[in-house]
């Protein structure tokens, strides 16, 4: 058997490169009962170098214990520790699970919160029905993360599960996160729970109008608009980016081919509003995909606009609207404009416009 003890020895030295160099030689080298010592290493390291080498290094160690052996090290105090040890074996796909069932039942709320990253990492859909049993933890924590993680996942298998979670949430966060979640995965029978329990949306306030209108615009119908419009007058300012968020996605996926009088008007009054250029422009841009008469002169009215958000905003939209009467007034604004991204937006407009 070769002799690795000067190897070994130089975890001790007193140089950090010297004991980088002895961790990437343990590895390289494969000395036997080299996982146990880095381990042990790494809980009394104090260079962040030299850890982060060691966290480098283990993941090329043959040893068919290595998941079993890096486990117990969740309950470090550590946090660099904890956060390596679940990236580390979350690249164990085969190996990792089963020894995560027992950490899904452990008395430490912590523990059970590492076991629940682990498999949210392995990205899976193997791993949604075991991430459903965190939705009957007795910490309020760690629900809130397994619907997140489950939204995130996409697994519509288990939207029955969240949306039991949702009818029952008290807790403020909880109720926000499912209703993320369910933005994502929702089904019919999430649609209904939402309109039972948010009856009066004009009563939905703060951190949860937030978390409902990403809901709407991924889940909403159009009954939901009038509420939507509403509040442009209401929360313009504040909820900009939401409102026209939840606006687009209603719209587009219903698909009107025109917006009545009444929803344009708002529309208009909302882009004639103090809100941000650039929630100006996006407005713009998406009223080129309508077919009311009313658009093309709105949209007509802001190409000589000061603001050059404005302008190319009215010349996007102009380009989806399509309409062969804008080419002319395109091409004349084309022949006047030193503005290089104008210049290539209206290009652009113009080869849809004349499509």
Avoid: W
């Amino acid at each position: 058997m070769p002799d690795h003890s000067e190897i070994i020895q130089g975890l001790q030295s007193e140089d950090e490169k010297d004991r980088a160099f002895a961790v990437e030689d343990i590895v390289f080298e494969g000395i036997c009962g080299g996982l146990d010592l880095l381990i042990e290493h790494i809980q009394r390291e104090k260079s962040v170098f030299v850890r982060e080498v060691i966290v480098n290094n283990i993941p090329q160690i043959q040893d068919l214990a290595l998941v079993q052996k890096l486990l117990p090290l969740l309950r470090s105090d550590d946090a660099f520790i904890r956060n390596a040890i679940i990236d580390i074996v979350s690249t164990r796909r085969d190996e990792v699970a089963a020894y995560l069932e027992p950490l899904m039942e452990d008395a430490d709320k912590d523990v059970r919160k590492f076991a629940l990253d682990i498999l949210y990492q392995l990205r899976t859909e193997e791993v949604a029905p075991y991430m459903v049993c965190f939705l009957n933890d007795s910490d309020i924590n760690i629900i809130i993360t397994a619907v997140e993680y489950l939204g995130n996942l996409g697994t519509s298998e288990q939207t029955p599960a969240i949306n039991a979670v949702l009818e029952k949430a008290e807790n403020l966060l909880l109720r926000c996160t499912c209703l993320e979640a369910l933005a994502k995965i929702g089904d019919e029978q999430s649609r209904e729970i939402v309109a039972r329990l948010f009856p009066n949306p004009d009563a939905v306030k703060g951190l949860e109008l937030f978390s409902y209108l990403k809901y709407m615009a991924k889940q909403g119908g159009t009954d939901t608009l009038p509420f939507i419009l509403s509040l442009m007058t209401s929360k313009g300012k504040l909820l900009t980016k939401e409102i026209i968020n939840t606006l687009q996605g209603i719209l587009e996926r219903t698909s009107p081919g025109q917006l009545n009088d009444d929803m344009l008007a708002q529309i208009f009054d909302f882009i004639s509003s103090d809100i941000n250029s650039i929630n100006k422009y996006e407005l713009l841009v998406f009223l080129g995909q309508f077919k009311n008469e009313a658009i093309l002169d709105a949209l007509l009215s802001h190409i000589e606009s000061e603001d050059r958000l404005l302008v190319l905003g009215a010349i996007e939209g102009l380009g989806r609207l399509g309409r062969p009467e804008a080419r002319p007034i395109l091409k004349d604004l084309l022949g006047r404009v030193q503005d290089e991204d104008i210049q290539d937006a209206i290009q652009k407009s113009l080869q849809q416009v004349s499509r």
